[in-house]
């Protein structure tokens, strides 16, 4: 089974931070925690050299090949990928993730089973195709330890895993995915652009700049295509560890007994805190 990995990448320099301000609603400030880098994508694609080898090709969604080359991508077959290779140009430009989800699956030569990793997940031990795919195919992810929202949120990401579980015909979700290295199927995003019934939440997400209580989370609805399909349930193994890149880590570690204990993901984000 072949396997590749697609990040979506940001670098919020001073030609992007003016594109930013420019679709901004007046007032509303720079979500810099969001865009920030930190050389986390660096760091991340070393620990897939490291425990994942049998990674087919790699794919980093950026906004542009222009200015918005990441460092550090190593020896990897990385191929980078921009927004306008996949979204359709109404909707450009795009600063939100719901959206640019929406097309990962247009990207060009993708294999038809693949990770998703935002650039704050690093391996931090050695993992198979088994961790992440069933031996049939099925994407087998990691349960949240939370639920899906049964009522409208603040938040956008959770507003938009609530709209998920309200599209037309979707069988009701309980459990929420962890925010993890996700594996997918190109053909559960063909499925999702193809219902008539989800075009206007299709249409409605995409054109949307930046992440809002009304969109939808299809990264979600693409798993829950795969894993209801096939009415079964997880057998997941691999363990994560969420984390903050600016925390005490020695204190959080030890409150956390983090270590001596063995983790194969790692999520390492930005914080403003």
Known sequence: ????????????????????????????????????????????????????????????IVANLEDQIPTGLGSLNVKLIAHSDIIPPQYLPTFNSHAIELYMHRIP???????????????????????FFLSDGTPNPKWGGWNVPTRPQNNAHFSASFNANALPGMQAMTTHIAHQA??????????????????????????????????VHFVLVAVYLEWHRNSKKSKTTMVNMLAGLFCKFDKWSNRHNLRGREYQLLCLNDSSK
Not at 32 to 57: K, V, Y
Not at 114 to 131: P, W
Not at 186 to 210: M, P, Y
């Open 182 to 215: 996700v594996p997918l199927r190109k053909r559960a995003f063909e499925e999702i652009h193809t219902r008539r019934d989800w075009t206007a939440f299709v249409t409605g997400t995409s054109g949307r700049k930046f992440r809002d209580r009304a969109d």
């Open 1 to 60: 089974m072949d396997v590749d990995v697609v990040y979506t990448y940001v670098q919020l320099n001073d030609m992007q931070l003016a594109r930013v301000k420019a679709h901004l609603p007046r007032g509303k400030p720079v979500p810099s925690t969001r865009f920030r880098d930190q050389g986390e994508l660096a760091f991340s694609l070393s620990t897939l050299r490291q425990h994942a080898p049998w990674i087919r090709n790699v794919y980093v």
């Open 109 to 131: 030569g993708l294999a038809e089973h693949f990770i998703y990793m935002n650039d704050d997940m690093s391996l931090s031990g050695n993992v198979a195709i088994s961790h």
